[in-house]
């Protein structure tokens, strides 16, 4: 099914399941990747996701701009994510943090060898210390941008509120920046004796 956001609203309110299920399918990463950006745990930003949803379900009808999903979407699970942490006034657990940058390395790196299991987990130590030191917008733009073909930069903009043509330059500014921060990572020298 390749239509509109328009039209798959329209079938979707009429209650087309077919029409729903492409909705959450082009949109599902985007709303996930705003509530992470926010840091939730995977159960908060579930929570998130699913609040997003039913949103669009109780107001499938009321779109104003329904070209315009995208932002809709990210506008939505944005506020929901604020409306969370508001609610729950807490600080994220450093079990979390590991969590949090589980999903965009595979449990395979290790292959079984211990000593190439230690150099890759030393490896994402050194990228997640180097990301912390990225500004917010960087943070926020590397990983909606992460989880998001480039052909749906008109989604990121969206969900980022920037500029669409901002995208790919901030996009390789913040990339440069990690490229420096995390060769003062891991040009650290080792302690001896």
Not at 54 to 62: G, I, K, Q, T
Not at 65 to 91: C, F, M, V, Y
Not at 153 to 163: D, E, K, N, S
């Amino acid at each position: 099914m390749d239509r509109s956001p328009a039209l798959l609203l329209k079938a979707a309110a009429a209650g087309d399941p077919e029409a729903w299920h492409q909705i959450v399918d082009d949109y599902n990463r985007l709303v996930w990747s705003v509530a992470r950006g926010f840091r939730l745990s995977l159960a908060d930003a579930a929570d998130v996701s699913q609040t997003t949803w039913l949103r669009l379900v109780e107001n499938l009808d009321r779109i104003q701009n329904p070209d315009q999903l995208a932002g809709w979407l990210a506008t939505t699970a944005r506020r929901e994510s604020l409306r969370l942490i508001h609610k729950t006034r807490r600080e994220v657990p450093d079990s979390e943090e590991t969590e949090d940058k589980a999903p965009f390395f595979s449990d395979s790196d290790d292959d079984g060898d211990p000593e190439t299991a230690l150099v890759a987990e030393q490896e994402r130590t050194d990228l997640w210390q180097a990301f912390s030191t990225l500004s917010e917008r960087c943070r926020n733009l590397l990983r909606v941008v992460a989880v998001t073909p480039l052909e749906s930069y008109t989604a990121v903009a969206q969900a980022l509120g920037m500029p669409i043509g901002s995208i790919g330059p901030t996009r390789s500014r913040c990339l440069e920046q990690l490229k420096r921060a995390l060769k003062t990572v891991t040009s650290v020298p080792e302690r001896t004796g």
